[in-house]
Protein backbone atom coordinates (compact mmCIF):
# COMPACT_ATOMS: atom_id res chain seq x y z
CA UNK A 1 0.00 0.00 0.00
CA UNK A 2 2.87 2.13 0.87
CA UNK A 3 4.38 1.75 -2.37
CA UNK A 4 1.47 2.81 -4.04
CA UNK A 5 1.30 5.81 -2.30
CA UNK A 6 4.62 6.49 -2.93
CA UNK A 7 3.93 6.58 -6.62
CA UNK A 8 1.42 8.43 -6.81
CA UNK A 9 3.37 10.70 -4.95
CA UNK A 10 5.87 10.59 -7.54
CA UNK A 11 4.06 10.89 -10.48
CA UNK A 12 1.72 13.71 -8.47
CA UNK A 13 5.33 15.70 -7.53
CA UNK A 14 6.85 15.31 -11.28
CA UNK A 15 3.99 16.65 -12.63
CA UNK A 16 3.19 19.39 -10.78
CA UNK A 17 7.04 20.49 -10.69
CA UNK A 18 7.14 19.29 -14.45
CA UNK A 19 4.57 21.80 -15.27
CA UNK A 20 4.66 24.88 -13.05
CA UNK A 21 7.91 25.35 -11.02
CA UNK A 22 10.41 24.20 -13.62
CA UNK A 23 9.37 26.69 -16.05
CA UNK A 24 10.30 29.46 -14.14
CA UNK A 25 14.29 28.30 -12.81
CA UNK A 26 14.76 26.97 -16.11
CA UNK A 27 17.50 28.35 -19.02
CA UNK A 28 16.57 28.12 -22.29
CA UNK A 29 13.05 27.32 -21.53
CA UNK A 30 13.57 23.36 -21.42
CA UNK A 31 12.29 21.73 -18.61
CA UNK A 32 13.31 17.84 -18.54
CA UNK A 33 10.42 15.01 -18.38
CA UNK A 34 9.70 14.19 -15.15
CA UNK A 35 6.71 12.36 -15.96
CA UNK A 36 9.24 9.64 -18.28
CA UNK A 37 11.97 9.49 -15.45
CA UNK A 38 9.14 8.24 -13.44
CA UNK A 39 7.81 5.73 -15.76
CA UNK A 40 11.51 4.34 -16.56
CA UNK A 41 11.95 4.01 -12.87
CA UNK A 42 9.11 2.08 -12.36
CA UNK A 43 9.41 0.28 -15.40
CA UNK A 44 13.03 -0.87 -14.67
CA UNK A 45 12.69 -1.59 -10.94
CA UNK A 46 9.14 -3.32 -10.93
CA UNK A 47 8.87 -4.69 -14.01
CA UNK A 48 6.50 -4.45 -17.68
CA UNK A 49 3.23 -4.56 -15.45
CA UNK A 50 4.12 -1.52 -13.25
CA UNK A 51 5.83 -0.11 -16.06
CA UNK A 52 2.82 0.31 -18.12
CA UNK A 53 0.46 1.06 -15.24
CA UNK A 54 2.82 3.97 -14.11
CA UNK A 55 3.04 4.94 -18.45
CA UNK A 56 -0.67 4.90 -19.01
CA UNK A 57 -0.90 7.61 -15.67
CA UNK A 58 1.56 9.79 -16.62
CA UNK A 59 0.08 9.18 -19.73
CA UNK A 60 -3.82 10.51 -19.19
CA UNK A 61 -1.91 13.52 -17.20
CA UNK A 62 -0.09 14.29 -20.48
CA UNK A 63 -2.92 14.16 -22.22
CA UNK A 64 -5.52 15.38 -20.62
CA UNK A 65 -2.89 18.87 -20.19
CA UNK A 66 -1.05 19.16 -22.88
CA UNK A 67 -2.43 17.34 -25.58
CA UNK A 68 -5.26 18.89 -28.23
CA UNK A 69 -8.20 17.52 -27.35
CA UNK A 70 -8.10 13.39 -26.85
CA UNK A 71 -6.67 10.94 -24.70
CA UNK A 72 -4.47 8.39 -26.25
CA UNK A 73 -1.44 9.74 -27.91
CA UNK A 74 0.83 10.10 -25.01
CA UNK A 75 -0.48 7.53 -23.46
CA UNK A 76 1.10 5.31 -26.02
CA UNK A 77 4.23 6.36 -25.69
CA UNK A 78 4.36 6.43 -22.20
CA UNK A 79 2.80 2.97 -21.89
CA UNK A 80 5.57 1.72 -24.36
CA UNK A 81 8.04 3.20 -22.69
CA UNK A 82 7.16 1.53 -19.39
CA UNK A 83 6.72 -1.75 -21.11
CA UNK A 84 10.06 -1.57 -22.66
CA UNK A 85 12.01 -0.90 -19.37
CA UNK A 86 10.12 -3.57 -18.14
CA UNK A 87 11.78 -5.93 -20.26
CA UNK A 88 15.10 -4.81 -18.96
CA UNK A 89 13.52 -5.44 -15.53
CA UNK A 90 15.51 -8.37 -14.42
CA UNK A 91 19.27 -7.01 -16.15
CA UNK A 92 20.00 -4.41 -13.35
CA UNK A 93 21.03 -4.74 -10.24
CA UNK A 94 20.71 -2.16 -7.23
CA UNK A 95 23.92 -0.48 -7.49
CA UNK A 96 24.37 0.25 -10.81
CA UNK A 97 23.10 4.21 -11.57
CA UNK A 98 24.03 4.42 -14.87
CA UNK A 99 22.04 1.90 -17.51
CA UNK A 100 18.57 3.33 -16.12
CA UNK A 101 20.09 6.86 -16.66
CA UNK A 102 21.00 5.96 -20.10
CA UNK A 103 17.81 4.18 -20.59
CA UNK A 104 15.68 7.09 -19.24
CA UNK A 105 18.03 9.17 -22.08
CA UNK A 106 17.50 6.85 -25.02
CA UNK A 107 13.72 6.60 -24.21
CA UNK A 108 13.43 10.69 -24.15
CA UNK A 109 15.05 11.00 -27.34
CA UNK A 110 12.50 8.38 -28.54
CA UNK A 111 9.85 10.60 -26.62
CA UNK A 112 10.81 13.48 -28.65
CA UNK A 113 10.98 11.46 -31.80
CA UNK A 114 7.55 10.13 -31.03
CA UNK A 115 5.80 13.57 -30.88
CA UNK A 116 8.28 15.26 -34.21
CA UNK A 117 6.79 12.65 -36.48
CA UNK A 118 3.31 12.49 -35.40
CA UNK A 119 2.53 16.37 -34.70
CA UNK A 120 5.34 18.01 -37.07
CA UNK A 121 6.42 15.89 -39.62
CA UNK A 122 3.15 14.59 -40.83
CA UNK A 123 2.52 18.83 -41.11
CA UNK A 124 4.85 19.17 -43.38
CA UNK A 125 7.42 20.08 -41.12
CA UNK A 126 10.79 18.67 -42.57
CA UNK A 127 13.76 20.52 -41.09
CA UNK A 128 14.40 17.53 -39.25
CA UNK A 129 17.86 18.29 -37.59
CA UNK A 130 17.16 21.55 -36.29
CA UNK A 131 14.02 20.04 -34.44
CA UNK A 132 16.76 17.78 -33.27
CA UNK A 133 19.52 19.68 -32.21
CA UNK A 134 16.88 22.72 -31.34
CA UNK A 135 14.32 20.89 -29.45
CA UNK A 136 15.03 16.66 -28.21
CA UNK A 137 18.67 17.31 -27.75
CA UNK A 138 18.20 19.51 -25.13
CA UNK A 139 15.32 17.73 -23.74
CA UNK A 140 17.05 14.76 -23.38
CA UNK A 141 20.62 16.56 -21.76
CA UNK A 142 18.12 17.98 -18.95
CA UNK A 143 16.21 14.70 -18.50
CA UNK A 144 19.36 13.11 -18.07
CA UNK A 145 20.65 15.69 -15.84
CA UNK A 146 17.23 15.73 -13.70
CA UNK A 147 17.25 11.45 -14.10
CA UNK A 148 20.42 11.45 -12.17
CA UNK A 149 19.07 13.46 -9.03
CA UNK A 150 15.20 11.74 -9.15
CA UNK A 151 15.81 8.42 -10.05
CA UNK A 152 18.00 7.32 -7.11
CA UNK A 153 15.77 9.29 -5.18
CA UNK A 154 12.51 7.24 -6.35
CA UNK A 155 14.47 4.05 -6.39
CA UNK A 156 15.72 4.47 -3.32
CA UNK A 157 12.69 5.15 -1.68
CA UNK A 158 10.74 2.47 -3.21
CA UNK A 159 13.78 -0.30 -1.85
CA UNK A 160 13.33 1.21 1.78
CA UNK A 161 9.93 0.52 1.40
CA UNK A 162 10.24 -3.04 0.72
CA UNK A 163 12.86 -3.87 2.48
CA UNK A 164 10.81 -2.37 5.73
CA UNK A 165 8.36 -4.37 5.13
CA UNK A 166 7.25 -7.48 7.52
CA UNK A 167 6.12 -9.65 5.10
CA UNK A 168 6.49 -9.53 1.47
CA UNK A 169 3.11 -9.80 -0.20
CA UNK A 170 2.47 -9.56 -4.17
CA UNK A 171 -0.47 -7.66 -4.03
CA UNK A 172 0.71 -4.41 -6.32
CA UNK A 173 1.35 -6.59 -9.00
CA UNK B 1 10.30 -13.36 -12.25
CA UNK B 2 7.32 -15.49 -10.83
CA UNK B 3 4.17 -14.52 -12.57
CA UNK B 4 0.67 -15.53 -10.70
CA UNK B 5 -0.61 -17.62 -12.71
CA UNK B 6 -4.40 -15.71 -12.95
CA UNK B 7 -2.83 -13.07 -14.59
CA UNK B 8 -2.82 -11.78 -18.15
CA UNK B 9 0.55 -12.38 -19.34
CA UNK B 10 2.19 -8.47 -19.80
CA UNK B 11 2.23 -8.38 -23.92
CA UNK B 12 -1.47 -8.83 -24.26
CA UNK B 13 -1.97 -6.48 -21.45
CA UNK B 14 0.48 -4.07 -23.96
CA UNK B 15 -1.74 -5.12 -26.98
CA UNK B 16 -5.16 -4.12 -25.29
CA UNK B 17 -3.77 -0.77 -24.08
CA UNK B 18 -2.04 -0.27 -27.65
CA UNK B 19 -5.44 -1.01 -28.88
CA UNK B 20 -7.54 1.02 -26.31
CA UNK B 21 -5.05 4.18 -26.78
CA UNK B 22 -5.80 3.83 -30.60
CA UNK B 23 -9.13 3.51 -30.29
CA UNK B 24 -9.18 7.16 -27.57
CA UNK B 25 -7.47 8.99 -30.61
CA UNK B 26 -9.98 7.34 -33.28
CA UNK B 27 -12.45 8.63 -30.70
CA UNK B 28 -10.95 12.32 -30.87
CA UNK B 29 -10.39 12.60 -34.56
CA UNK B 30 -13.81 11.63 -35.56
CA UNK B 31 -15.67 13.36 -32.07
CA UNK B 32 -13.54 16.06 -30.59
CA UNK B 33 -14.98 16.89 -27.82
CA UNK B 34 -16.69 13.34 -26.64
CA UNK B 35 -13.38 12.91 -24.04
CA UNK B 36 -13.84 16.75 -22.66
CA UNK B 37 -15.76 15.81 -19.35
CA UNK B 38 -12.80 13.23 -18.43
CA UNK B 39 -10.13 15.96 -19.15
CA UNK B 40 -12.07 18.82 -17.73
CA UNK B 41 -12.54 16.66 -14.35
CA UNK B 42 -8.81 15.71 -14.18
CA UNK B 43 -8.23 19.25 -14.94
CA UNK B 44 -10.51 20.46 -12.08
CA UNK B 45 -9.28 18.07 -9.60
CA UNK B 46 -5.87 19.55 -10.32
CA UNK B 47 -6.03 22.75 -10.46
CA UNK B 48 -5.92 23.44 -6.80
CA UNK B 49 -3.00 22.30 -6.44
CA UNK B 50 -1.29 23.43 -9.55
CA UNK B 51 -2.13 27.00 -8.05
CA UNK B 52 -0.46 26.80 -4.97
CA UNK B 53 2.77 25.05 -6.59
CA UNK B 54 2.82 27.76 -8.65
CA UNK B 55 2.62 30.75 -6.34
CA UNK B 56 4.85 28.92 -3.93
CA UNK B 57 7.37 28.98 -6.90
CA UNK B 58 6.93 32.20 -8.51
CA UNK B 59 7.39 34.17 -4.87
CA UNK B 60 10.64 31.92 -4.45
CA UNK B 61 11.80 33.08 -7.87
CA UNK B 62 10.52 36.52 -7.03
CA UNK B 63 12.88 36.34 -3.92
CA UNK B 64 15.55 35.28 -5.64
CA UNK B 65 15.07 37.64 -8.43
CA UNK B 66 15.10 40.92 -5.74
CA UNK B 67 18.31 39.11 -4.59
CA UNK B 68 20.54 39.19 -7.59
CA UNK B 69 19.48 42.34 -8.96
CA UNK B 70 18.71 44.73 -6.33
CA UNK B 71 21.41 47.31 -7.80
CA UNK B 72 20.31 47.41 -10.93
CA UNK B 73 16.39 47.52 -9.84
CA UNK B 74 17.35 50.70 -8.16
CA UNK B 75 18.76 52.46 -11.51
CA UNK B 76 15.99 51.27 -13.40
CA UNK B 77 14.07 52.80 -10.57
CA UNK B 78 15.47 55.96 -11.49
CA UNK B 79 14.95 55.97 -15.07
CA UNK B 80 11.65 54.66 -15.03
CA UNK B 81 10.69 57.66 -12.71
CA UNK B 82 11.98 59.91 -15.46
CA UNK B 83 10.12 58.31 -18.05
CA UNK B 84 7.28 57.93 -15.82
CA UNK B 85 6.94 61.91 -15.57
CA UNK B 86 7.80 62.85 -19.17
CA UNK B 87 4.78 60.00 -20.52
CA UNK B 88 2.47 61.46 -18.17
CA UNK B 89 3.34 64.87 -19.44
CA UNK B 90 2.06 63.59 -23.03
CA UNK B 91 -1.17 61.44 -21.75
CA UNK B 92 -2.28 64.75 -20.60
CA UNK B 93 -2.07 66.26 -24.15
CA UNK B 94 -3.49 62.91 -25.67
CA UNK B 95 -6.35 62.66 -23.21
CA UNK B 96 -7.83 65.68 -24.80
CA UNK B 97 -7.31 64.15 -28.80
CA UNK B 98 -9.04 61.24 -27.46
CA UNK B 99 -12.41 62.96 -26.67
CA UNK B 100 -12.16 64.54 -29.69
CA UNK B 101 -11.68 61.43 -31.85
CA UNK B 102 -14.36 59.52 -29.55
CA UNK B 103 -17.01 62.00 -30.98
CA UNK B 104 -15.61 62.17 -34.64
CA UNK B 105 -15.80 58.44 -34.44
CA UNK B 106 -19.65 58.66 -33.00
CA UNK B 107 -20.02 60.95 -36.18
CA UNK B 108 -18.98 58.52 -38.35
CA UNK B 109 -20.47 55.57 -36.95
CA UNK B 110 -17.89 53.64 -35.90
CA UNK B 111 -18.28 50.93 -32.87
CA UNK B 112 -16.53 48.59 -31.20
CA UNK B 113 -13.08 50.09 -31.11
CA UNK B 114 -9.99 48.03 -28.97
CA UNK B 115 -10.94 49.97 -25.81
CA UNK B 116 -14.23 49.10 -25.71
CA UNK B 117 -14.34 44.89 -25.84
CA UNK B 118 -15.03 44.35 -22.29
CA UNK B 119 -12.26 42.00 -20.89
CA UNK B 120 -11.05 40.45 -17.69
CA UNK B 121 -7.85 39.73 -16.10
CA UNK B 122 -6.63 36.55 -15.80
CA UNK B 123 -3.23 34.89 -13.80
CA UNK B 124 -1.53 32.19 -16.08
CA UNK B 125 -1.33 29.23 -13.46
CA UNK B 126 0.50 26.58 -15.56
CA UNK B 127 2.56 26.18 -18.94
CA UNK B 128 2.53 23.39 -21.10
CA UNK B 129 4.92 20.61 -19.91
CA UNK B 130 6.30 19.99 -22.77
CA UNK B 131 9.20 21.98 -25.02
CA UNK B 132 7.02 21.07 -27.99
CA UNK B 133 3.87 23.02 -27.84
CA UNK B 134 3.45 26.34 -26.27
CA UNK B 135 0.38 26.99 -24.42
CA UNK B 136 -0.79 27.61 -20.83
CA UNK B 137 -3.60 27.66 -18.39
CA UNK B 138 -5.47 30.69 -16.59
CA UNK B 139 -7.41 30.28 -13.42
CA UNK B 140 -10.65 31.93 -15.08
CA UNK B 141 -12.93 29.58 -16.76
CA UNK B 142 -16.88 29.36 -17.71
CA UNK B 143 -17.85 30.80 -14.32
CA UNK B 144 -16.33 34.00 -15.23
CA UNK B 145 -17.41 34.16 -18.58
CA UNK B 146 -14.92 32.90 -20.33
CA UNK B 147 -16.08 30.94 -23.90
CA UNK B 148 -13.71 29.31 -26.33
CA UNK B 149 -12.16 31.61 -29.18
CA UNK B 150 -11.53 34.74 -26.91
CA UNK B 151 -8.83 36.66 -27.62
CA UNK B 152 -6.17 36.81 -24.86
CA UNK B 153 -3.54 39.48 -24.55
CA UNK B 154 -0.79 40.15 -22.47
CA UNK B 155 1.46 43.43 -22.28
CA UNK B 156 -0.61 45.18 -24.63
CA UNK B 157 -0.06 42.54 -27.14
CA UNK B 158 -2.10 39.60 -28.85
CA UNK B 159 -0.52 36.95 -26.89
CA UNK B 160 -3.07 33.77 -27.47
CA UNK B 161 -6.82 32.50 -28.21
CA UNK B 162 -8.95 30.43 -26.02
CA UNK B 163 -8.85 26.70 -26.90
CA UNK B 164 -10.68 24.78 -24.13
CA UNK B 165 -12.55 26.07 -21.19
CA UNK B 166 -13.52 24.46 -17.96
CA UNK B 167 -15.47 25.18 -14.81
CA UNK B 168 -12.49 27.74 -13.40
CA UNK B 169 -10.00 27.26 -16.11
CA UNK B 170 -9.34 28.11 -19.22
CA UNK B 171 -6.62 26.56 -21.86
CA UNK B 172 -4.76 29.10 -24.10
CA UNK B 173 -2.84 28.66 -27.49
CA UNK B 174 0.17 31.05 -27.51
CA UNK B 175 0.21 32.57 -30.73
CA UNK B 176 3.87 31.45 -30.64
CA UNK B 177 2.79 27.46 -31.08
CA UNK B 178 3.81 26.03 -33.88
CA UNK B 179 -0.06 25.37 -34.45
CA UNK B 180 -1.35 28.86 -34.20
CA UNK B 181 -2.34 31.26 -37.61
CA UNK B 182 -3.36 34.27 -37.27
CA UNK B 183 -4.89 36.53 -40.00
CA UNK B 184 -3.17 40.02 -39.58
CA UNK B 185 -2.28 43.72 -41.53
CA UNK B 186 -0.19 46.35 -41.41
CA UNK B 187 -1.16 49.00 -39.14
CA UNK B 188 -0.35 52.23 -41.71
CA UNK B 189 -0.90 50.19 -44.85
CA UNK B 190 -3.76 47.62 -44.02
CA UNK B 191 -2.43 45.09 -46.17
CA UNK B 192 -2.79 41.57 -45.25
CA UNK B 193 -1.06 38.53 -44.52
CA UNK B 194 -0.67 35.97 -42.08
CA UNK B 195 1.29 35.96 -38.89
CA UNK B 196 2.19 32.05 -38.18
CA UNK B 197 4.01 30.72 -35.44
CA UNK B 198 7.23 28.35 -35.74
CA UNK B 199 9.12 25.99 -33.21
CA UNK B 200 12.20 26.63 -35.39
CA UNK B 201 11.97 30.46 -34.64
CA UNK B 202 11.06 30.08 -31.00
CA UNK B 203 13.89 30.67 -29.76
CA UNK B 204 14.91 34.25 -31.48
CA UNK B 205 11.13 34.97 -30.00
CA UNK B 206 10.15 35.56 -33.68
CA UNK B 207 7.09 35.08 -35.66
CA UNK B 208 6.71 33.95 -39.37
CA UNK B 209 5.07 36.41 -41.86
CA UNK B 210 3.62 34.76 -44.60
CA UNK B 211 1.63 35.32 -48.23
CA UNK B 212 1.89 39.07 -47.86
CA UNK B 213 1.08 40.31 -51.26
CA UNK B 214 4.44 41.52 -53.31
CA UNK B 215 3.12 44.83 -53.91
CA UNK B 216 1.50 45.36 -49.94
CA UNK B 217 3.50 48.23 -48.86
CA UNK B 218 5.29 46.61 -45.79
CA UNK B 219 8.58 47.96 -43.92
CA UNK B 220 10.78 46.93 -40.91
CA UNK B 221 9.19 48.54 -37.81
CA UNK B 222 5.84 48.40 -38.95
CA UNK B 223 2.71 48.17 -36.63
CA UNK B 224 1.30 44.39 -37.20
CA UNK B 225 -2.86 44.26 -36.29
CA UNK B 226 -5.48 41.62 -36.17
CA UNK B 227 -7.03 41.71 -39.38
CA UNK B 228 -10.78 42.50 -39.98
CA UNK B 229 -10.88 39.35 -42.42
CA UNK B 230 -10.12 37.21 -39.06
CA UNK B 231 -12.53 34.67 -38.42
CA UNK B 232 -10.97 34.08 -35.24
CA UNK B 233 -9.37 37.24 -33.60
CA UNK B 234 -11.53 40.59 -33.06
CA UNK B 235 -9.93 43.32 -35.23
CA UNK B 236 -7.42 45.86 -34.27
CA UNK B 237 -4.99 43.92 -31.41
CA UNK B 238 -1.58 44.88 -31.64
CA UNK B 239 0.24 41.22 -32.20
CA UNK B 240 3.84 43.40 -32.52
CA UNK B 241 6.23 44.85 -35.32
CA UNK B 242 7.79 43.58 -38.14
CA UNK B 243 11.25 42.73 -37.94
CA UNK B 244 12.37 42.11 -41.28
CA UNK B 245 10.38 41.76 -44.79
CA UNK B 246 11.52 40.37 -47.94
CA UNK B 247 10.39 39.17 -51.27
CA UNK B 248 10.02 35.89 -52.29
CA UNK B 249 12.06 33.78 -54.63
CA UNK B 250 8.88 33.18 -56.54
CA UNK B 251 8.17 36.89 -56.92
CA UNK B 252 4.66 36.65 -55.41
CA UNK B 253 4.54 36.91 -52.15
CA UNK B 254 6.76 38.60 -49.41
CA UNK B 255 7.77 37.22 -46.39
CA UNK B 256 9.48 38.01 -43.04
CA UNK B 257 9.79 38.01 -39.27
CA UNK B 258 7.90 39.48 -36.63
CA UNK B 259 8.51 40.12 -33.18
CA UNK B 260 5.66 40.30 -30.69
CA UNK B 261 5.12 42.44 -27.93
CA UNK B 262 3.94 40.18 -25.87
CA UNK B 263 6.60 38.91 -23.67
CA UNK B 264 6.54 35.06 -23.66
CA UNK B 265 9.11 34.44 -21.22
CA UNK B 266 7.37 36.13 -18.31
CA UNK B 267 3.46 35.70 -18.88
CA UNK B 268 1.81 36.12 -15.48
CA UNK B 269 -0.56 38.21 -16.35
CA UNK B 270 -3.19 38.17 -18.85
CA UNK B 271 -6.21 40.14 -20.18
CA UNK B 272 -8.93 38.30 -22.23
CA UNK B 273 -11.08 39.30 -24.26
CA UNK B 274 -14.59 38.60 -23.10
CA UNK B 275 -16.42 38.94 -26.61
CA UNK B 276 -16.17 36.22 -29.68
CA UNK B 277 -15.65 37.21 -33.44
CA UNK B 278 -18.95 36.10 -34.04
CA UNK B 279 -20.35 38.14 -31.14
CA UNK B 280 -19.35 41.28 -33.21
CA UNK B 281 -20.76 40.88 -36.30
CA UNK B 282 -23.65 39.69 -35.02
CA UNK B 283 -23.65 42.83 -33.12
CA UNK B 284 -22.74 44.84 -36.34
CA UNK B 285 -25.34 43.55 -38.17
CA UNK B 286 -28.15 44.18 -35.42
CA UNK B 287 -27.70 47.33 -34.61
CA UNK B 288 -26.81 49.27 -37.32
CA UNK B 289 -29.32 47.78 -40.48
CA UNK B 290 -27.93 50.93 -42.67
CA UNK B 291 -24.71 49.70 -42.63
CA UNK B 292 -25.33 45.60 -43.21
CA UNK B 293 -24.02 45.86 -46.67
CA UNK B 294 -20.91 47.05 -44.92
CA UNK B 295 -20.88 44.06 -42.38
CA UNK B 296 -21.52 41.38 -44.62
CA UNK B 297 -18.86 41.04 -46.63
CA UNK B 298 -17.21 40.17 -43.28
CA UNK B 299 -19.16 37.15 -42.84
CA UNK B 300 -18.59 36.13 -46.23
CA UNK B 301 -14.92 35.90 -46.13
CA UNK B 302 -14.01 32.11 -45.78
CA UNK B 303 -11.98 31.27 -43.56
CA UNK B 304 -9.51 29.67 -45.84
CA UNK B 305 -6.48 31.55 -45.01
CA UNK B 306 -6.29 30.87 -41.63
CA UNK B 307 -6.52 27.94 -39.57
CA UNK B 308 -6.58 26.90 -36.15
CA UNK B 309 -4.47 23.52 -35.35
Known sequence: MRRVILAAASILTAFLLQNSVLWTFSPLDVVPNLLLIVTVTYGLTCGKRIGMLIGAVCGILSDTFIGDGGLGFYMLIYIYAGALCGVFHGFIYSEEQLFPVVMIGLCDFAFGGYVYVFRFLIRGRLDMMSYVTGTIMPEVVFTVFAAILFYPLIYGLD??????????????? | MKKPKFSIPPRYVLFLLTVLCVILLGINFVFPTALNPVRQGIFTLFMPMQKGINQIGASIADE??????????????????QENAALQEKLDRYALDYQELQELRALLGLKNTYEQYPSVAANVIQK??????NSFVIDKGSDDGIKVDMNVLSGGGLCGIVTEVGKNYAKVLAIIDDDSNISAMSATSKDSFIVAGDLQLYGEGLLNIQYADKDAVLAKGDMVITSNISTKYLPGLLIGYIQEISLDANNLTQSGYLLPTADFDDLTQVLVIRMVKDDLMIDETETKPEESSEAEPQTEIPGGTEAQG
Open chain 1, 159 to 173: RHLILTKKRRTSSFV
Open chain 2, 64 to 81: IESFLHMREAEEENQLLR
Open chain 2, 128 to 133: ESGNWF
